[in-house]
């Protein structure tokens, strides 16, 4: 195996509930990558650091234009774990001429990054991966879309345990959602919708049959899938499922369902259903999304690194190999 030559990725939140779990994804697949893992309490970062070999802890505070690291700082990439509001992370990125990747922007949130890319369009390549599991499920969608010649409608629901919760960052930007924020964002018929009242609710089943309501979230999956295939209905429900409900024998994992309508072929329409069966919490994939992310934005797997410009995860990474990895994570795939 080859040393990396890299300067290291720098991981802000990277000592959070998917942030650890990214650093180690990313140290699995990049054993040589040297990794700095940011956030305020430098000891909870430093002890992943020592876990996870070839990785330093950093202090970083968002209030500063420097992040509070060193002038010489010389970095790989910036990866943002949590809602960086001030945008200081991404003009470090722009200023040092490195990827940077966003993790926990809404489809509503995405207008002052886009505003600052503008302003400076060569600068840094920007990578926006507030997508659902961290951009596993639209690369996974997109795998199973290649049957249809045409596609009409996609339609997930997604099914999480309600012990499935992340950490106090992941508690803000729910709390943020439910403040003062628009509608969910759908693909209606053609139309760009920001759902209100029956709009946002759809019911769908999960593997085992049962009808789940679930209600649109506006994660950038809609826009990424109404890009990519053209379908003129494209949206995203989540629903809560109580422990009590789990299937026999299982335990906090999620489900997410995935209905593609579309043309085949042979000119007939079809509707076809996938279930895509998880065990563990949705910090492993998401994790995984942001680790396979990161090292394709570096450049380190599946071609040149990216170049300066806006970016989503299905104009970067090869469906097949993010299912591959999926797959090998332990989520089961398969037609309902
Ligand atoms: N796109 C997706 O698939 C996806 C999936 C799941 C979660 N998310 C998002 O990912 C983010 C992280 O979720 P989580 O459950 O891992 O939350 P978490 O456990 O609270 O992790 C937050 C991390 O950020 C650091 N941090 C928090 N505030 C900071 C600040 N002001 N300056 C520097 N570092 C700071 C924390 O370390 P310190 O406390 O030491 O600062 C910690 O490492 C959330 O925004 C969540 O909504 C996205």
Redesign the pocket.
């Known amino acids: 195996m080859s040393t990396n030559t890299l300067n290291p990725v720098l991981i802000?939140?990277?000592?959070?509930?998917?942030?650890?779990r990214a650093v180690k994804a990313l140290r699995r697949l990049q054993p040589t990558l040297p990794i700095w893992?940011?956030?305020?309490?430098?000891d909870?970062?430093a002890a992943l650091a020592s876990e996870v070999g070839l990785a330093e802890a950093v202090?970083?505070?968002?209030?500063r234009d420097d992040l509070g690291l060193p002038p010489d700082a010389a970095v790989s990439g910036v990866v943002v774990?949590?809602?960086?509001d001030t945008l200081r992370s991404m003009k470090y990125a722009q200023a040092k001429g490195v990827p940077y990747i966003a993790?926990?922007d809404f489809a509503f949130d995405i207008g002052p990054a886009v505003a600052l890319h503008a302003h400076r369009p060569a600068a840094a390549p920007i990578l926006f991966?507030?997508?659902?599991?961290?951009?596993?499920m639209t690369l996974a969608t997109l795998h199973l879309a290649r049957e249809f010649k045409k596609v009409h409608a996609i339609e997930m629901g997604g099914l999480f345990d309600e012990e499935d919760?992340?950490?106090?960052?992941?508690?803000?930007?729910?709390e943020r959602l439910t403040r003062g924020v628009p509608s969910p964002l759908i693909r209606q018929d053609g139309k760009f919708v920001w759902a209100s009242d029956e709009a946002a609710s759809r019911v769908f089943h999960s593997a085992d049959g049962t009808a789940w309501t679930g209600r649109a979230y506006p994660?950038?999956d809609v826009v990424s899938l109404a890009a990519t295939t053209g379908a003129a209905t494209v949206r995203l429900d989540f629903a809560i499922r109580a422990a009590a409900q789990r299937p026999q024998g299982q335990g906090a994992g999620f489900e997410t369902i995935i209905d593609i309508t579309g043309e085949l072929p042979d000119g007939t329409t079809a509707r076809v259903r996938h279930a895509l069966v998880d065990p563990d919490v949705?910090?492993g994939?998401?994790?995984l999304?942001?680790a396979l992310a990161t090292e394709r934005m570096l450049g380190l797997a599946g071609g040149p690194p990216a170049a300066p410009g806006l970016h989503h995860p299905e104009g970067l990474l090869d469906p097949a190999y993010v299912v591959q990895r999926m797959q090998e994570s332990g989520t089961r795939i398969w037609r309902v």
């Open positions: 802000i939140g990277g000592s959070g509930v998917v942030g650890r893992i940011g956030g305020r309490d430098r909870k970062a202090r970083i505070d968002l209030e774990l949590l809602k960086d993790f926990s991966l507030g997508h659902f599991l961290g951009g596993t919760v992340g950490g106090p960052a992941a508690s803000g930007d729910m994660l950038l949705h910090s994939l998401s994790a999304g942001a």
